[in-house]
């Protein structure tokens, strides 16, 4: 069998496993795609896509060269590489919730093959590869290593950026027994440009918390530093362009609303709810979720505050949010922080609307936000305007020039009626 017939199931369809998919379409992998969703398997099949990043076009060529969606377990029958891409969100106490990844394990299970590779992409806590999920394919009577490959890669999957894509990110690979490592290394290598081999699965998965805790911990910093930088008047965003202008020891991170999206808030707490039940405590990533989860709540104070030294009555004032999505030019509203403003304001009392080019609806606790689809419209019919998000279709001089007053959290705007986080 050569490394190009493979066959290569990906469990799990949407940011992580799509991509994943079209990938392997474009080199010539013969590849399946396996999803709980019936609307996600039927959309994709009828050439329909529902990740920011792949159009339907892409989906469409997709079908055409072969690539089907099935819910039919199957499909695993035939399979020489099965990849877990399903999600890892966190429960209601903020604990990992693995369910999906249990649950795409024990699909392998029951349809696991000698000679197999299967590998974890979904982010969680070291230990998750080498104890849980080997643990419930092991249950098949194969052992990992001698039977089928068990291996670890951590997804690095960065929605709407233009330059850095799956197949020039350098993909991590730490298998369970060296040999698993280069098994799962020859096969990413038929997809991406560089393969970087860990010594085992564990370094994987703590690689990828690493990165993004290191992301959540200097996000915190700076959103601390805005809060700092404004009592003792200070511009931070000057003071951050003025910064970075050092060409070693410092990386410029900016300020916002909170943090948001499929990693920066929970991956750090897959590794801080681990280390908790070994008896420690991970403070600087709990340090870090207190500081950016006070923001959303901070800037409405701001909001309130630039309300009262410039509204006559600013109790009945109405607030635009402009941008509500995670991430500028993406339709991706999970874990946005936008939410927990559109909360506060609501608590406070002030009437809010919405304007964001790519949603077409916001609900906030079961309670939809108001979106006006028009930003002229928005704009004039507003007090304030509050910038969360800023979109690629955004005019600073148009928002200026449309809104009485406002409030950027992104820095992206200046002048006599505006004011910048």
């Known amino acids: 069998m050569s490394e190009s017939s493979q066959q290569l199931v990906v469990l799990g369809l949407g940011y992580v496993g799509l991509p994943l998919v079209r990938e392997a379409t474009h080199r010539g992998v013969p590849v399946t795609g396996f999803d709980v969703s019936p609307a996600v398997v039927g959309g994709l099949n009828a050439g329909r896509s ?116 799956l197949r020039n990110t350098p993909k991590i690979v730490g298998g369970f027994t060296p040999a698993c490592t280069e098994r799962a290394a ?25 990165e993004n805790t290191y992301r ?7 959103n601390e ?52 039940e070994l008896g420690y405590e991970f403070r600087f990533v709990e340090l870090a979720q207190d500081i950016s989860g006070r923001m959303p709540a901070y800037v409405v104070s701001r909001v309130q505050a630039l309300l009262a030294a410039r509204h006559p009555e600013p109790a009945r004032a109405r607030v635009l949010l402009l941008g509500l999505t995670y991430k500028a030019d993406i339709a991706d509203d999970r874990e946005t922080p936008a939410r927990d403003v559109v909360r506060e304001l609501r608590r406070v009392g002030l009437d809010a609307v919405g304007h964001d080019p790519h949603l077409e609806g916001f609900v906030v606790d079961g309670q939809p936000l108001t979106l006006i689809a028009d930003l002229q419209e928005a704009l004039v019919g507003c007090d304030v305007a509050v910038v969360l998000q800023w979109h ?13 007053l406002v409030f950027d959290t992104r820095g992206r705007m200046h002048g006599p009626n505006v004011e910048r986080l």
């Open 225 to 276: 530093m805005a809060v700092i930088s404004h009592h003792l008047g200070v511009d931070l965003w000057a003071a951050i362009d003025a910064a970075r202008t050092k060409p070693f020891g410092f990386s410029a991170f900016y300020p916002g609303p909170g943090v948001g999206g499929h990693c920066i808030p929970i991956d750090p707490n897959y590794l801080s709810h681990q280390v908790r």
């Open 50 to 165: 529902h990740v920011d990043d792949i159009s339907d076009a892409e989906v469409a060529a997709m079908v055409q060269v072969g690539f089907t969606a099935t819910s039919d377990p199957a499909c695993l029958d035939t399979a020489d590489v099965a990849v877990i891409c399903v999600p890892t969100p966190l429960d209601e106490r903020r604990a990992p919730d693995l369910r999906a990844v249990e649950a795409a394990a024990r699909t392998i299970r029951d349809h696991l093959r000698p000679g197999m590779l299967v590998v974890l992409e979904s982010t969680s806590y070291p230990g998750t590869t080498d104890t849980l999920v080997r643990g419930i394919l092991e249950e098949s009577g194969m052992v990992a290593g001698r039977d089928f490959a068990l291996a670890f890669s951590p997804e690095r999957i960065d929605p709407g950026n233009p330059t850095w894509n």
């Open 216 to 222: 959540h911990i200097n996000i915190a910093l700076v």
């Open 186 to 210: 020859e096969f990413y290598a038929l997809l991406v440009d560089t393969v970087v081999r860990a010594p085992g699965p564990r370094e994987a998965e703590m690689a990828k918390l690493l």
């Open 392 to 404: 690629a279709a955004f005019d600073p001089a148009r928002i200026a020039a449309g809104a009485p």
